[in-house]
T-cell receptor
């Protein structure tokens, strides 16, 4: 299966707290993307991780790709109300080893609420 | 540089009706993908168009069809609407080649079927 499982599904925290969101798969994937979606908007790409063990930082957001390329995490430091939204991980669906087809498979998302 | 645009933003239909949603891709992008997103869920891939042909399709019935025009814009058509078709319909565009998985999403069309 190519399913992506995200946890937790819901997270409600106070401003200033730290949090981690996880994205797991039973399959190895070549790359993984993280998106953030606000109500009434489409998903916005935050980062793409490609190499096993890779760590990328985007201000207070830290993204990590597992060594085995089956899992990824998103850590937010000192969360702010503006971080509120739906966080989605997604992977491409490779077809027979050829170049990526462009079809994205998404996890079910983590809804984050940061209270002021 | 305009991003991906979609119209209409909201739509209300009744069961059995037909609907057409429209998408204009980001400038320079020639591939358009459509996704259905139920409330609180991740988007589900419907199909993808490139060079005016459907290139890939997800697990959606034939009631869902599409079209891509020479200017790369695209339409999603849904016939015989069901209550379960109520969702946010997202269009995403991407360039040709290895960066095709880097997709830019529009704001979506919220469809409510009564």
């Amino acid at each position: 299966t190519q399913l992506l499982e995200q946890s937790p599904q819901f997270l409600s925290i106070q401003e200033g707290e730290n949090l981690t969101v996880y994205c797991n798969s039973s399959s190895v994937f070549s790359s993984l993307q993280w998106y953030r979606q606000e109500p009434g908007e489409g998903p916005v790409l935050l980062v793409t991780v490609v190499t096993g063990g890779e760590v990328k930082k985007l201000k207070r957001l830290t993204f990590q790709f597992g060594d085995a390329r089956k899992d990824s995490s998103l850590h937010i430091t000192a969360a702010q109300p503006g971080d509120t939204g739906l966080y989605l991980c997604a992977r491409g669906a490779l077809r027979g080893g050829s170049s990526n087809t462009g079809k994205l498979i998404f996890g079910q998302g983590t809804t984050l609420q940061v209270k002021p | 540089d305009a991003g991906v645009t979609q119209s209409p933003t909201h739509l209300i239909k009744t069961r059995g009706q037909q609907v057409t949603l429209r998408c204009s891709p980001k400038s320079g992008h020639d591939t358009v993908s459509w996704y259905q997103q139920a409330l609180g869920q991740g988007p589900q891939f419907i199909f993808q168009y490139y060079e005016e042909e459907e290139r890939q399709r997800g697990n959606f019935p034939d009631r869902f069809s599409g079209h891509q025009f020479p200017n790369y814009s695209s339409e999603l058509n849904v016939n015989a609407l069901l209550l379960g078709d109520s969702a946010l319909y997202l269009c995403a565009s991407s360039p040709t080649g290895i960066k095709r998985e880097t997709q830019y999403f529009g704001p979506g069309t919220r469809l409510l079927v009564l």
